[in-house]
């Protein structure tokens, strides 16, 4: 038998993965595309015209704008506050000893152990409007009528903030780790104050993980469909919730596939954008 | 008076000493070398100094102020280290100008001084390039560049050329050597390589188990080594394990079974002891069988340029390494020759066995 040269090596390699993915995800794509150009007729279905209404809806549309804005506001602010609440702790984590290291990884994947349907149940527990968190405030006299923590994006922001932290805390911390010391002591020995070597040093050196990391939250929190569901309930609906509906609840495919497809359009959109600005940041152009 | 003082500096952690009541006062501008073998301490001392390790005891004073407890961004110290560790992400004009910036030079005055500083370690116009796309030597300049452009009140040194290949480390002992004395800057300079040390410094400190052997010159270092650490440590050794004997009023040192060597000055040991000897390469001298010395032969011959190496075994003792200039007129013996090994007894460096 020959033997294979590198290059038809690894085409072996990928081709079961490729395989899959041809049939599984490129191919369902590409036959979602054509339906998202068919117009959908209240009562009859999806008639045998093209159209492009389905795409300009989602602009023109108010519901569907305020949708698409609340899904950016929700992807944005979950995104934010897990590199904020996340930060410190992988900063910590790559510092301290390797024992620490390895009992606070568990800690941070333990949550991802629970079913995710029963995580978000926690949190409707904890939110709702006799739920812990307003019961204790208003035993303790701070208020007078529960206030609204469900239902809204203070709820969905605490809910999907927690579910995706880990994944925040996991691709920081070996970029922080990769960090050499030495790079830090320098800029000390250089006059520099400690938030100095934070914002010009430090920081800009944690651009990597914090853009891959970054990315992953956001994209996982505007295309989440279960927390949402159960934080957001029947009316408070993200693109995600929206797109779930108009495939299973009210069968208005080509709606749902156009929305998928500009879902999909602005994540790509944001992740170009965002790795041009950490490059440049990171000093990596 | 001295620039920068350490008086009884120690590190002790849980489970050994690091640095053990270190003392050393190093004058305005001065080159001082710590040398020795890895773990030695040297490294923990410039640390000390710079403020990156905290010490357990002692006190450190630059210019007749105690700093010992000053933060390291407060220390106005420069240092360079052994990975360069320039700020990847930053460009090489950004890399030098960033201490300047701490102190606040701007506009004309901050391109001035950064050219300044790149000029003197020849990099002058690659300020626009990054970190990753200059050579080891050229980073290490940078490196000293950075160091040196704010005018730090110490220099400090960390091992900065064990990372160059053997030809850049060369010029580089030369070119920092210049630099220092045209900017003056009071210097410590950490290395495991004796040639460095000597090379480049006006005093070199041994120090060996975090105690200091011998603060002095090279050339005191060189050739009147204070302790057995110094003379196993500078030059090339030859290591061999004896017997002090007392014959007389003289001391002499057995061996293996016949070979007596007197020793110079007053015995340190009890007669009796076993001991480390040191005898270097080059304080041996060798010549023909006719003439006085202890009897060998050549076993081995080799040529290193500007020297020869012979291996002698002595008559009824151990082998030696001999050294002789290769143009002078030893340098023919052959392998099998009878030849005769001459040693000064102040040459002859004994101590316990340790």
């Excluded at chain 1, 930060?87 to 301290?96: C, E, I, K």
């Excluded at chain 1, 991802?112 to 006799?130: D, E, H, P, Q, Y």
């Excluded at chain 1, 934080?231 to 080509?254: E, S």
């Excluded at chain 2, 490196?143 to 010029?171: C, G, K, Y």
């Amino acid at each position: 038998m020959e033997p294979n040269t590198p290059r038809r090596a690894g085409l072996m390699l990928v081709s079961p993965l490729m395989l899959v993915l041809l049939l599984v995800f490129i191919a369902p794509v590409l036959m979602m595309l054509p339906l998202s150009l068919r117009e959908y007729v209240a009562g009859t279905g999806i008639s045998d015209r093209w159209t492009l209404v389905n795409y300009t809806q989602i602009l023109t549309d108010d519901y569907y704008r305020e949708v698409v804005v609340r899904t950016l506001q929700l992807g944005f602010g979950v995104t934010l506050i897990c590199l904020l609440l996340g930060y410190p702790l992988a900063y910590y984590m790559a510092r301290t000893t390797p024992r620490i290291r390895f009992a606070l990884t568990m800690l941070v994947i333990f949550p991802m152990l629970l079913n995710l349907v029963v995580r978000s149940f926690g949190w409707i527990a904890l939110l709702a409007n006799r739920g812990l968190v307003n019961n204790l405030l208003i035993d303790l006299g701070l208020l007078e009528r529960p206030i609204k923590l469900m239902f809204n994006l203070t709820g969905l922001l605490l809910g999907m903030s927690h579910i995706f932290l880990p994944f925040m805390v996991l691709m920081l911390v070996p970029t922080i780790q990769a960090i050499p010391r030495d790079v830090q002591a320098a800029a000390y020995t250089l006059s520099a104050s400690r938030p100095r070597v934070f914002w010009s040093v430090t920081l800009p050196l944690s651009a990597p993980g914090i853009l891959a990391g970054s990315i992953l939250v956001f994209v996982l929190t505007i295309s989440a469909l279960v927390t949402p569901r159960m934080l957001g309930g029947p009316t408070y609906k993200v693109m995600a919730t929206l797109i779930y509906d108009d495939f299973l609840q009210t069968l208005d495919w080509p709606s749902g596939a156009a929305l998928s497809f500009t879902l999909t359009a602005m994540t790509l959109v944001i992740i170009g954008l965002s790795s041009r600005l950490a490059k440049r940041w990171g000093g990596q152009s | 008076m001295p620039h920068l003082t350490l008086e009884a500096l120690e590190k002790r952690y849980a489970d050994h000493t690091a640095v053990s009541s270190v003392s050393l006062a190093i004058r305005d501008g001065e080159f001082v070398s710590l040398l020795g073998p890895s773990g030695c301490g040297k490294t923990t001392i410039l640390r000390m100094v710079a403020g990156l390790i905290a010490p357990t005891s002692g006190r450190i004073s630059i210019d007749d102020r105690d700093v010992t407890q000053l933060p390291v961004n407060r220390r106005n110290i420069g240092l360079v280290f052994q990975s360069y560790a320039l700020f990847p992400h930053m460009t090489v004009f950004e890399n030098v100008a960033f201490g300047l910036r701490r102190q606040r030079v701007e506009g004309q005055a901050l391109k001035e001084r950064v050219d300044e500083a790149l000029a003197s370690v020849r990099l002058a116009g690659l300020g626009e390039r990054y970190p990753r796309q200059l050579s080891g030597g050229q980073q290490q300049r940078v490196a000293v560049a950075r160091s040196i452009a704010p005018r730090p009140a110490i220099l400090l040194f960390d091992e900065p050329l064990s990372n160059l290949d053997a030809a850049l480390r060369d010029e580089m002992q030369f070119e920092l050597k210049r630099l220092q004395r045209e900017v003056g800057i009071t210097t410590l300079f950490v290395t495991h390589d004796q040639g460095e040390a000597l090379s480049m410094s006006d005093r070199v400190c041994v120090m060996a188990h975090g105690v200091v052997q011998q603060f002095a010159t090279p050339e005191e270092i060189y050739r009147r080594p204070a302790t057995g650490f110094v003379a196993s440590f500078i030059g090339r050794p030859n290591r061999l394990r004896g017997k002090l004997l007392q014959i007389g009023g003289d001391t002499q040192v057995e061996l293996g079974q016949g070979l007596r060597l007197p020793v110079a000055g007053a015995p340190v040991l009890p007669a009796g002891s076993a001991v480390d000897v040191v005898l270097r390469q080059e304080d041996l001298r060798l010549a023909g069988p006719q003439t006085a010395g202890h009897p060998g032969r050549v076993m081995l011959r080799s040529f290193v340029g500007a020297r020869v190496q012979y291996v002698v075994a002595m008559d009824g003792g151990p082998e030696l390494i001999v050294e002789a200039p290769s143009s002078g007129p030893d340098a023919e013996l052959a392998p099998g020759q009878g030849a005769r090994v001459a040693i000064d007894p102040r040459h002859v460096y004994v101590n316990a066995v340790g």
